[in-house]
């Protein structure tokens, strides 16, 4: 495959039709079950929605890539392995995975189907990647987003396998693949349940003088002011109050999002197959205005011209944007 290959998000149907027509080269989704890692209620596939979806892609020359990025509690992989006979039956092009027993399974009844790496398998060194490729025979690896361009150039050299990158969405500096924050407050897990916040344990309250709080399993994750936009209440982005800070902070992370625009040409040169729009939450409008921008300036970056790349700045939601590790020029 070339370089600068576009995977763009689909949580619904509709999504993914949108996605394609946009210019989307690949795009990835989930059935509706703890088998990945978007599992809310209104999002996802049923096996004949996935179906129609696949010939809708294959149609207009798209490939559909099933996220099976959770990881089987003991003794109830069945419900992984079926997602993985239904996903092949019905065509997909690859599957991403987190697990090493799905990945084996997988690679074992299925070998035709290309295994790509879930970035929930928080593989970042060679070493790692090198064991996914050749146990499981894995064809690409999607990296943490913890990785400068320098470390990214020296893991090409070093790994047999293609290399997909983050370029745009949330921006989540936990150990990706190992959070277990909303697993201690609501008793589901991310890893294993696919769901972080569930919408059942989400509620939000509207104080005397016009404020809102954002609650998760009964206790406060954030408060907001009457003029402000209350976010969702996830634990790794709240804010909280502590002896030493009594006005409150983000006591774990801020509520950032990742950009890499201006560095779509430094990650094509070191080496990435691969970019990755994340946003299976987001509406069909946001999918069609990110998709469509970045096919644009990946295209005219290939074609060696000047890409509009201020603009694609300008679509980060929220107040903050960051380029994360990818930005750092120092190998640690």
Known sequence: MSLAELICPAGTPAALRTAVDAGADA???????ATNARNFPGLNFTPQEL???????????????????????????????QAADTGARIGVDAFIVADMGVADYIARS???????????????????IRYYCQHFGVRRVVLPRILTIPEIREIRKEIPC???????????????????????????????????SPASDVEYVRRDDGSMASRLAGFTIDCFGPEEKAGYP??????????????????FEEP??????????????????????????????????????????VDEIRAGRRAD????????????????????????
């Not at 979806?53 to 419900?79: D, E, F, I, M």
């Not at 035709?112 to 070493?127: D, K, T």
């Not at 999002?257 to 990755?276: C, Q, T, W, Y």
């Not at 300008?314 to 640690?332: C, I, M, P, S, V």
């Open 51 to 81: 179906e129609d979806s696949v010939a809708y892609a294959h149609a207009r020359g798209a490939r559909v890539l099933l996220a099976l990025n959770t990881y089987p509690p003991a003794g109830k992989v069945a419900l992984w392995r």
């Open 110 to 128: 299925h070998p035709g189907i290309r295994l790509h790496l879930s970035v929930q398998a928080a593989a970042s060194s060679p070493e790692a």
């Open 162 to 196: 293609e290399i997909e990158t983050f370029i745009f969405g949330n921006h989540g500096l936990m150990v990706e693949g190992r959070c277990s924050l909303t697993n201690y407050l609501t008793g589901q897990s991310t890893n294993m349940d696919g769901v972080c």
């Open 309 to 332: 790349l201020d603009g694609l700045v300008a679509l980060t939601e929220g107040q903050k944007q960051t380029q994360g590790a990818f930005a750092t020029k120092k190998w640690r």
């Open 234 to 251: 996830t634990i790794c982005k709240g804010r909280y109050v502590a002896p030493h800070r009594p006005e409150g902070y983000y006591a």
């Open 256 to 297: 950032i999002s990742l950009n890499l625009a201006r560095m779509l040409p430094d990650l094509i040169e070191a080496g990435v197959h691969a970019f990755k729009i994340e946003g299976r939450q987001r509406s069909r409008s946001y999918v069609r205005t990110v998709v469509s921008a970045f096919r644009k300036a």
């Open 27 to 33: 795009v990835y989704c989930g059935f509706q079950d």
